[in-house]
């Protein structure tokens, strides 16, 4: 078909442009398209007009902007703010160094920073969603954010609707809005003109960017992308921050916590030293250096860092992350929610009985199935499939006339369908809601009322099925009018029951490994499972998964969230759920305390996914689970999570590492340095000095994320605590300045130390202490030398104690105002490091045993958070 010539090339519509109003020609020329589709040069040139679809689109900065806007923390501008004092106090050499320290820090956190994001985004890459585009009149494969107004796209069961659009086609074609307009029941889409004052919301003939096609096909033509879609105009009102996560909440308060203190010691060191011992400038100069050194600025990068190699680990494990902040959380959860199909059950289902209501095998049970599976044009269950694989039927006789689709509060399908001797509806789903349905059966060939006796006897032949490990459903019919061609939910009424067909779902040979491996990390498995208590406990059974208790969907329902929240611990299987149900469940153990994930790969599955602490999907799962999934596995293995798991904990135990190093010999050192300039006559430590001790400390420790974690250390879950932190510091932090006292000591009276000699070997003593204490704290084992540390982390520590040692006699040394110490001080010096790491790890066995962990669980499995007693 030749293009209807309306606009210009590239020229989009007015945004107010009423397409739902429009007709098929009048759209097609006020988008300049064609029913073919776009050539691939007019979509090119679109694309470059009206930027890329995508409603989260962040322009990423150049390189430049990126490295400048490090000189946005506060700290830097602290120091800038340092050296600009510097000059016009005359300290010429004090400020360039001071801004060759701040050139130095900024670049190490750009370059460290840029790596981690390039890493990020190019896992992102991996995992782009797709549409099927008309392109050159060929329907092809391409990454949503290619899509342009003018675009051909077509829609089946399981997408997400790529961008907003007109249908010009459609057969039983369904949407669920819910993520836009909150109804939760599928709305019936079908192509033609909208009348003229219908709402775009309310549009029979309009699709929109985000939601869920349930059944159907459809082809439509793209209207509006990006921001300029309905989705968009509301994703700029909901495009603020994420809601903080717990991990995120204990860094705030710790940074808040460390802020107040610092800023509080600073203030009284700069007032005190200013009015009674030096100048105004020193002082000042002094308290600046003091609060660069005591504040733990690298705790960014290192999280960065962590998150970026975590991704990286877990990609090379088949597990693609696409919200890098979610790793955190992998470590803290302790319950992982999810269905049993495909999970635990290889999902490679097998039709066994097709029982009529007696318990007998039928072929018109097998032949009603069959007709309701081949022409059902939703997702294509595996029940389905294993239907069509188990018998070729010929069904030629049969015409389809409409469809009701599945949803999962009905938990059925039906399908209206023309035979020779009349047209026929016939529904196929969960016994319990077919039966609803049901007035009558049909049994020894002819129709008989449903009642009492005969629902017993149904009842006895499903839960006998169900015991033996089958999952079942029922199908049943009722003949209709032949001239009606629109049918709805409000017909499946007066229905006759025909029978049971039941399917084999085998366990995975790797879901007992699995369920181990999930123990052994202090993980719960529960299952949120569609179908009902009897076949799930089989499976459980088979795969060595203890149950503790079951609740039904129905059971929950008569339950409030306070109730449900005092029972929710002590259940294994929740059977026969819908996903409001499944939400209930996730939130009643997140309000116990639990961090909760969820995994799924079905459109019903997409709310739980998005509700859970941790949302998991896989890789052939549909786009809308994808879409809502913080992590995909390339395969649907349990061993693949596990091992996200020990990431995530490894991520939280060397971000820890950093911390704790913070909180002990740096921050005694400062703090140690802070307490002498008030009684000494001098400045301890030279405020260049005092940052260049801090900037050697940095290159130390950014190489933290690289190193190993120990296995009893990841084999639980963690959580952030900042009651155990506190403890920590306590403890940790005077023996530290104890030491730099001793130190003080020796120098002042042994040594008779003049003011660069006390200043340089100071500065050594405490770079030497403050490093070295690092194989002591970043392990719990005991001795520590029984733990290994990573080769960079062990490099970097021992590169910086020797540089640390040699600059004194260097010409940058006497540039920072350092002078050779004599050797017998390098004697001194060995004696007091080895004394220092020996007393803190005599004390780390005592406050490991004293205090464990911040956590601690009772007997119900609910995490306790607080102090051991």
């Not at 010009?168 to 369904?174: E, K, M, N, V």
């Not at 909760?596 to 509700?611: K, L, Q, T, Y």
């Not at 798991?645 to 921050?667: A, H, P, Q």
């Amino acid at each position: 078909m030749e293009r209807i010539q309306g606009r210009k090339e590239g020229e989009m519509p007015p945004a107010d442009f009423p397409f739902h109003t429009a007709s098929d020609d009048e759209i097609i020329a006020v988008l300049g398209t064609t029913t073919r589709g776009l050539s691939s040069e007019s979509a090119k040139a679109r694309l470059a007009s009206i930027g890329p679809n995508d409603i989260a689109r962040i322009q990423r900065r150049p390189v430049v902007v990126q490295y400048l806007a490090h000189f946005k923390n506060l700290l830097v501008i602290i120091l800038l703010v340092a050296a600009f004092i510097s000059v016009f106090a005359g300290e010429l050499t004090s400020a360039i160094i001071i801004f060759i320290i701040i050139i130095a820090s900024v670049t190490l956190d750009f370059f460290q920073e840029y790596k981690a994001e390039n890493a990020a985004e190019l896992l992102r890459q991996k995992i782009i969603t797709r549409a099927s585009v008309f392109r050159d009149g060929e329907i092809t494969e391409l990454p949503i954010a290619g899509l342009v107004p003018g675009d051909l796209i077509s829609l089946s069961a399981g997408d997400i609707v790529p961008a907003d659009g007109r249908l010009i086609s459609a057969r039983d074609f369904f949407v669920n809005q819910s993520s836009l307009t909150g109804e939760p029941f599928p709305i019936e889409k079908q192509p033609g003109r909208a009348g003229m004052g219908t709402p775009l919301t309310e549009a029979g003939n309009y699709v929109f960017l985000g939601t869920s096609v349930v059944s159907g096909t459809a082809t439509a033509i793209v209207t509006k992308t990006g921001q300029s879609t309905e989705f968009g105009h509301v994703a700029k009102s909901l495009m603020g921050r994420p809601p903080e996560t717990e991990f995120e909440r204990g860094l705030r308060q710790f940074s808040f916590l460390m802020s107040e203190f610092v800023f509080t010691l600073v203030i009284i060191v700069f007032f005190i030293n200013a009015l009674f011992r030096h100048g105004i400038l020193d002082s000042l100069l002094f308290s600046i250096a003091l609060a660069v050194g005591m504040t733990p600025e690298l705790l960014p990068m290192i999280l960065s860092l962590n998150l970026s190699k975590g991704s990286i680990a877990m990609a090379e494990k088949g597990a693609i992350v696409k919200h890098p902040e979610s790793i955190q959380n992998f470590g803290s959860m302790d319950i992982l929610c999810t269905d049993k199909t495909g999970t635990l059950t290889e999902n490679q289902i097998a039709l066994v009985h097709h029982l009529d209501t007696e318990g007998n095998d039928s072929e018109t049970v097998l032949l009603y199935s069959y007709i309701n599976s081949a022409y059902h044009t939703g997702l294509k269950s595996p029940l389905d499939e294993a239907v069509l694989r188990f018998r070729h039927l010929d069904i030629s006789d049969c015409a389809k006339i409409d469809e009701i689709p599945f949803d999962f509060m009905r938990k059925r399908v039906s399908i209206v369908a023309a035979r020779k001797a009349g047209a026929v509806i016939i529904s196929k789903g969960a016994p319990e809601e077919i039966l609803r349905v049901c007035t009558s059966e049909l049994r020894g060939g002819s129709i008989q009322p449903l009642d009492a006796v005969a629902r017993e006897r149904i009842d006895r032949i499903y839960q006998a099925q169900s015991a033996d490990g089958f999952r079942t459903l029922a199908v049943c019919y009722r003949n209709v009018a032949t001239g009606q061609d629109h049918f709805s939910i409000d017909d499946e009424k007066e229905m006759i029951l025909v029978g049971l067909i039941t399917f084999i779902d085998p366990p995975k040979e790797s879901a007992r490994e699995s369920i181990r491996l999930l123990a052994g990390s202090g993980i719960e498995l529960k299952i949120l499972s569609g179908d009902n208590e009897l076949v799930t406990r089989k499976t459980c059974s088979l795969i060595g998964l203890g149950v503790k208790a079951t609740l039904t969907g129905a059971e929950i329902e008569n339950l409030d969230n306070e109730a449900l929240s005092r029972v929710v611990d002590g259940v294994t299987i929740f059977s026969r759920m819908n996903p409001v149900q499944k939400n209930r469940v996730m939130n009643a153990l997140k309000r116990n305390g639990h961090v909760v994930g969820f995994m799924g790969d079905g459109i019903n599955d997409a709310p739980s996914i998005r509700e859970a602490d941790v949302g998991i999907s896989v890789e052939n799962a549909v786009d809308i689970a994808k879409e809502s999934a913080d992590i995909i596995l390339m395969q649907n293995d349990l061993r693949i999570l596990n091992d996200g798991v020990i990431e995530g904990r490894k991520t939280f135990g060397n971000t820890m590492k950093y911390i704790l190093m913070g909180t002990s010999s740096n921050f005694g050192n400062m703090f140690s340095v802070a307490g002498a300039s008030l009684f000494l006559p001098f400045l301890p430590m030279r405020p260049i000095q005092i940052l260049l001790n801090n900037l050697l400390y940095d290159v130390s420790e950014s190489t933290i994320p690289t190193d190993n974690v120990d296995t009893a250390y990841v084999s639980t879950p963690k959580k952030w605590d900042i009651g155990f932190i506190k403890k920590f510091i306590i403890v940790f932090g005077p023996i530290s300045s104890v030491f730099d006292f001793i130190t003080f000591f020796i120098l002042l009276f042994i040594f008779r130390a003049d003011v660069s000699l006390f200043q340089t070997a100071w500065f050594v003593e405490s770079i030497c202490t403050q490093t070295l204490v690092i194989f002591v704290i970043r392990t719990r084992v005991m001795p520590f030398w029984h733990s290994r540390p990573s080769r960079f982390l062990a490099l970097s520590t021992i590169a910086i104690v020797i540089a640390a040692c040699i600059i004194p006699f260097t010409a940058l040394g006497a540039l920072f105002g350092f002078v050779p110490p004599p050797a017998a001080f390098f004697a001194a010096l060995a004696g007091l490091v080895a004394g220092y790491i020996v007393i803190v790890e005599l004390v780390k066995r005592w406050f490991y045993r004293r205090f464990p962990d911040g956590q601690t669980r009772n007997t119900e499995g609910r995490k306790v958070s607080g102090d051991m007693k």
